[in-house]
């Protein structure tokens, strides 16, 4: 096969892609594509860990309500219930990976507990379990021989047989702009996998890496699949309110290990809010947050983790200590400032259990998907699970699928540059995309009214 023929195109190099392209088998030839380098998606930032009940009964039944109520009881329930009895499963496949978790002195695995849980059951690796995964799945992909890795490639557009004039709608390839050369270039595949991630980046306060764009979603809008749920952006209650800093979060367990928010003087606010207090869903933190800063005019409020030992501290949380000590903030003697920012798409294009989209050998997961696990509102650390148990769940599609000779090669004509406008200048571009920013961030934050939707559409 040349460079521009393969069996599977991956786009998008996070935990869903990454996990699905080891579940293949080194029969099939797999290119996967990053827009930037290999780990500069979302999954590197993920911090808390993977929500996981390791022991079958009652617990994975608390798991699926806690998953329902947290997302404002919109989840399907037959897709909680497919996604959480698989959490033991990608646990100990991560395990054989050798994924470095936090164990307790016994050697179990440690557990620590998030807001929206009702017990203890994240899986993690301290307080950068999002890294700690990507390393993992990154170093397996390179010993793969059949998996080739094309860093800088952004994907421009889907390629189906409709688009080409025939009477079906199957994916066979996208056109792919290779950012080392400037050059965009067709990649003919048998299968494609959106695994591009959210869209938080639209937002001006956001914990997301700047290639957060939606990229996938809208690709697959433009070629006929469904989309749902895209209203519902859920807000990190707790990012650092510091510029420098550009949005770092700080993981929702340190209010699972005891954090509490509080005002200036020192005043706790959430059980005014909710019975739950700090481990409320993340959507009535930031929302209670939100209030609390439009009632009282504030920058920010407070999250105080200080009365917890200084070792306990540094122990679970070694890179938001290390991380906030670079602003001058020392999280063992002294709360921190915090704000929420958008954090997670829970919307996206609409696919199976298997991760099949609406048009044929298009499958979408991770977070550029939206299949029914979340509702309205991410329950804390459902999101790294879901992109393992979909990567898994595509795979075997695809490997059920491989071997139907009538999924084949389809050529794509060359990109034609000459139907490419001329670009505005890109100063213009970029004050457009900070006016884009901004609107959102105004007119379509936490809290919406009609009169600031309206604006909003008006503007955008």
């Known amino acids: ?40 998606g979302a999954t590197s930032w993920a911090q808390g860990g993977i929500a996981a009940v390791l022991k079958n009964g009652e617990a994975i039944e608390r798991h699926i309500q806690d998953t329902i109520e947290a997302g404002a009881n919109l989840p399907k329930p037959e897709v909680v219930r497919f996604v959480i009895k698989q959490a033991r499963k990608q646990i100990q496949w991560l395990e054989s990976l ?20 009702s017990e203890r059951r994240v899986v ?9 995964l990507s390393d993992t799945l990154i170093n397996a992909v390179y010993a793969r021989p059949n998996i080739t890795v094309k860093t800088h490639h952004l994907a421009i557009d889907l390629v189906t047989t409709q688009r080409l004039g025939a009477d079906d709608n199957r994916c066979i390839g996208a ?20 695994a591009t991630g959210g869209a938080a980046k639209v937002y001006l ?3 997301n890496p700047d290639g957060s764009t939606g990229d996938g979603i809208a690709m697959a809008w433009r070629a006929g699949c469904r989309v749902a749920n895209m209203e519902f952006i859920q807000f990190h209650p707790t990012c650092l309110y510091e ?7 700080i993981s929702e367990a340190v209010r699972g290990e005891g954090g509490k928010l509080v005002l200036e003087n020192g005043q706790q606010f959430m059980h005014n809010y909710d019975p739950r207090g700090e481990l409320a869903p993340r959507d009535i933190v930031a929302r209670a947050i939100d209030s609390e800063m439009k009632r009282l005019g504030l920058d920010c409020v407070y999250l105080d983790i200080s009365h917890k030992p200084r070792d306990f501290i540094i122990k ?10 670079e602003f001058g903030y020392d999280m063992t003697r002294e709360p921190l400032p915090v704000v929420p920012a958008a954090h997670y ?7 199976d259990t298997r991760g099949r989209t609406d048009i044929d050998c298009l499958y979408a997961i991770g977070e550029t998907s939206h299949t029914g696990l979340h509702g309205a509102n991410r329950l804390a650390s459902n999101s790294l699970l879901e992109c393992l148990v979909f990567g898994h769940a595509a795979a075997m599609d695809i490997i059920a699928r491989a071997e139907d000779p009538r999924i084949e090669h389809v050529p794509i004509p060359p990109w034609d540059d000459s139907l490419v406008s001329d670009p505005d200048e890109a100063v213009v571009v970029t004050h457009n995309w900070d006016e884009l920013r901004r609107a959102m961030w105004d007119y379509v934050g936490i809290v919406r009214t009609t009169k600031r939707l309206q604006r909003a559409r008006h503007r955008i």
């Not at 096969?1 to 030839?29: C, K, R, Y």
């Not at 679970?316 to 000590?325: G, M």
């Open 1 to 40: 096969m040349t460079d521009h023929q393969t069996d599977v195109l991956i786009i998008g190099s996070g935990a869903a892609g990454l996990s699905l392209a080891l579940h293949l088998p080194e029969s099939l030839n797999i290119t996967l594509l990053s827009k930037g380098t290999i780990s500069a």
């Open 243 to 249: 510029p420098r800093a550009k949005s770092f979060l």
């Open 124 to 132: 993690h690796a301290a307080d950068q379990t999002g890294k700690a």
């Open 205 to 207: 306060y956001t914990s």
């Open 345 to 351: 798409t829970c919307g996206g294009i609409v696919v």
């Open 316 to 325: 679970h949380f070694p890179t938001i200590y290390e991380r906030c000590l």
């Open 98 to 117: 050798s994924m470095p978790f936090s164990r307790t002195e016994k050697g179990d695995l440690h557990l620590t507990r998030e807001g929206g849980h």
């Open 175 to 194: 056109y792919v702009l290779d950012r080392n050369t400037d050059r965009v270039f067709p990649i003919q595949a048998r299968f494609v996998v959106l």
